[in-house]
């Protein structure tokens, strides 16, 4: 509570200070002036009244004199903006020698009712002034006037009505008061450090938040370059090297993706004009209606290919108003674009304009979706550069954080306002208000060129042909099955381009649809971007890792983002190799083919029927797991000769394709082949340590027909279950 009230005081001594055009440290030296004059003035006023009810008239005219010295500075004080340190200098080097009179009048040091201590008072309140000259000249003043004072003791005579006892209370009196000033002086430096503790650590702050804003526009820069460099340098090496058949895929692939880079760098420099306030606005009066429908008709085969319903709902169909087409195109473009981008299939994305009030000097464009919304944490910085919504995982929605940004100084750059409503549940309302004038000249509409933020549609995956069916799986294919998961598909086309010799190829646009496909195939092998729509790769890396179905498929992460904490958190989700954009081919390959080669590992581990030796490896603990529930169902069912595969599958809750394609690639062996060995060693276990004829064996092993168990065993074991026996 105490610290509260002082803390109030405090600042309310600030705001009396503070005047235009001074500095911080102008400011503490008036704050603290003014605290050591308002004590100093409280004590005397105190002094003086006490003087007064004392019949001692000296005492009242020297409270009377320092009062006439105190009050008028306090009182300007707080006006003066420079020269404060020598305006009070003067004051307080009068203050002595006034002081110094006074004790002669009363009769030296010993009889002046304590008046020496007004000087120490002035050496505290000198500190204040930060000038070591200062504090020196009034120091050596004092200490002068004090010796002056006692060499001239012999010669001074109290006075009469100075009894020792009125002497004593007023030594004791100023002697507390000066107390009390100097803890006020204590307290006030105090509060200065602790601001200045506070100042530091703000400041701290501000410089980490500015690298921390530094390290994120570098990252977000990197990140959208990572990409369109990979398919470029990708496709240049695929037509250097197969001219006659990527010259012309690759070379438009290379062409669309360095369109990308450019309106990248494009809108980059924009944002950096408009700071500048060196972009240009060309006003023309023109229809904003004819040019909103047309702006709406571009993205129609967008909205097509994404079965999105498009809408453009006019209040009227003219309106004639001054604008820039341009900076116009640019800013529905990029909000369209983004309302198509991240909507879902089967919904509704409205654009509606009209004038904004019956004056119609304001018109409003609303560019509306009913998709997943935007979280009320987001709201506040969507339009900050770079900003971009965080899904659960920790990881970012596509997009460079610059359209949103740049659409917003657009529109201030046109005198208009932008602003957002959007919920998870309701969707998102871009509404966009400009100022309506009729004084530029009058222009016709020409035909518009193609919005830049429509290349968008070139980053929407279309469904791919399913390469694949798992139940046409071949039971003893020598290509491995690869999943790829990546939602640019100029990426896939390069990366189906280099790897399908290799591997069955099977495809997913985003984390969604790859989960879906894992558990449908149970590929060998997953390679998958980490930032993705409706499931990023890490989220989905999660999922694939903790589903006994999938635990065991290697997975290996492509990232545009490779800084050190995104590697780290996709190993912690369980990802066994990370490659960033671009990437080199060789690399990708041999990464695909080790991580293959050390899953085979695993099948020294489970061929055998031996008990599973006990491991630290999670991953391995995973898959120790799926083995041991399946060797007890198995278990659970050995004298079943009809015990099968179909049986085992219902009991361990997958499809037969995917316990066959898990099983195989743990064991190396099919599920039949496995359940087979599995009895035969449990038949081995009972002729060894029980007493059990081997008819008795056979049948507690799941053999009804005795020779057949004969002919197995003596295949695997190298003799007849009758010698094992004996």
Not at 24 to 49: E, F, H, R, Y
Not at 186 to 209: D, G, P, T, V, Y
Not at 215 to 227: A, G, P, S, V
């Amino acid at each position: 509570m105490k610290n509260r009230y002082s803390a109030r005081f405090f600042k309310g001594i600030d705001k009396m200070m503070f005047s235009p055009g001074i500095d911080d440290s102008t400011l503490s030296l008036k704050k603290n002036v003014w605290l050591g004059g308002l004590g100093g003035t409280i004590a005397i006023s105190g002094m003086t009244l006490l003087g007064y009810f004392m019949d001692l008239p000296i005492i009242v005219n020297y409270g009377f004199a320092l009062l006439f010295l105190n009050i008028p500075a306090l009182i300007v004080l707080p006006f003066l903006k420079k020269n404060i340190d020598l305006i009070f200098f003067c004051i307080q080097f009068i203050l002595i020698w006034v002081t110094f009179y006074f004790m002669i009048k009363m009769g030296g040091l010993l009889t002046s009712a304590g008046l020496l201590f007004t000087g120490i008072s002035i050496m505290f309140m000198s500190t204040s002034y930060q000038n070591n000259r200062l504090t020196i000249i009034l120091f050596a003043t004092y200490i002068t006037t004090l010796i002056a004072t006692a060499m001239l003791q012999p010669k001074l005579s109290p006075l009469p009505q100075m009894t020792p006892a009125k002497n004593l209370l007023f030594f004791t009196v100023n002697f507390s008061w000066q107390a009390g000033y100097t803890l006020l002086l204590i307290l006030n430096n105090i509060s200065q450090k602790k601001k200045l503790a506070e100042a530091k650590q703000a400041e701290a702050k501000r410089l980490k938040e500015l690298d921390d804003v530094k390290t994120k526009l570098f990252t977000n820069i990197t990140h959208e370059f990572r990409t369109p460099l990979t398919i470029i340098l990708g496709m240049a090496r695929l037509i250097r090297e197969k001219p006659e058949e990527w010259i012309e895929a690759g070379t438009e692939k290379i062409r669309n993706n360095g369109k990308d880079l450019l309106n990248l760098v494009n809108q980059m420099l924009d944002l950096a004009k408009l700071e500048t306030g060196a972009m240009p606005l060309h006003i023309y009066q023109q229809d904003i209606i004819l040019q909103l429908r047309y702006l709406t008709d571009s993205f129609s085969s967008l909205a097509i290919s994404r079965n999105i319903q498009l809408l453009f709902k006019p209040e009227t169909d003219h309106f004639l108003m001054d604008y820039d087409a341009d900076k116009l195109m640019h800013i529905v473009s990029n909000l369209l674009s983004n309302a198509l981008k991240f909507n879902k299939e089967g919904n509704i994305v409205g654009v509606f304009s009209g004038p904004a009030d019956k004056s119609e000097r304001k018109f409003m464009i609303t560019v509306a979706d009913n998709g997943p919304g935007i979280s009320p944490e987001h709201l506040p910085h969507i339009f900050d550069r770079f900003y971009r919504i965080e899904g659960d995982s920790g990881q970012y929605e596509n997009g460079s954080g610059l359209g949103l940004a740049l659409t917003r100084e657009l529109v201030n750059l046109m005198d208009g306002n932008i602003c957002v409503k959007s919920s998870p549940e309701d969707g998102t309302i871009f509404t966009i208000v400009l100022p309506v004038s009729n004084e530029a000249p009058l222009k016709e509409m020409a035909r518009l060129s193609e919005p830049k933020e429509q290349s968008v549609a070139q980053n929407h995956h279309t469904a791919r042909s399913q390469n694949i069916a798992p139940e046409a799986i071949p039971e003893e294919s020598e290509r491995q099955i690869l999943l790829i998961v990546e939602d640019s598909p100029d990426l896939v086309d390069y990366l189906e381009a280099v790897l399908k010799e290799d591997y069955l190829l099977e495809f997913a646009s985003n984390g969604k649809e790859g989960l879906q496909k894992a558990f449908e195939f149970i590929p060998d092998i997953i390679l998958s971007d980490v930032m993705m729509p409706e499931m990023d790769g890490i989220t989905m890396l999660e999922k694939i890792k903790t589903d006994e179905r999938t635990s065991h498929i290697p997975v290996i992460m492509l990232t545009a983002k490779a800084d050190i904490a995104s590697k780290l958190q996709g190993f912690e989700r369980g990802a066994d190799a990370y490659l960033a954009k671009p990437f080199n081919e060789e690399e990708l390959k041999i990464r695909l083919k080790k991580l293959i080669e050390l899953r085979k590992l695993l099948r020294q581990r489970y061929a055998s029927m031996e008990a599973l030796p006990k491991s630290d490896d999670q991953a391995i603990k995973t898959e120790d797991a799926f083995m041991s529930k399946i060797r007890s169902i198995m278990e659970a069912h050995l004298d079943n000769e009809q015990f099968g595969i179909t049986e085992l599958c219902r009991e361990a809750g997958m499809s037969r394709a995917q316990l066959y394609r898990k099983f195989k690639t743990l064991t190396d062996k099919t599920v039949n082949e496995y359940l087979i060995l599995f009895r035969l060693f449990k038949a081995n276990e009972l002729l060894s340590n029980t007493d059990l004829n081997v008819s008795e064996v056979a049948w507690e092993v799941g053999f009804k027909n005795l020779s057949h168990f004969s002919r197995v065993y003596s295949e695997r074991f190298g003799h007849s279950p009758g010698t094992r026996r004996k």
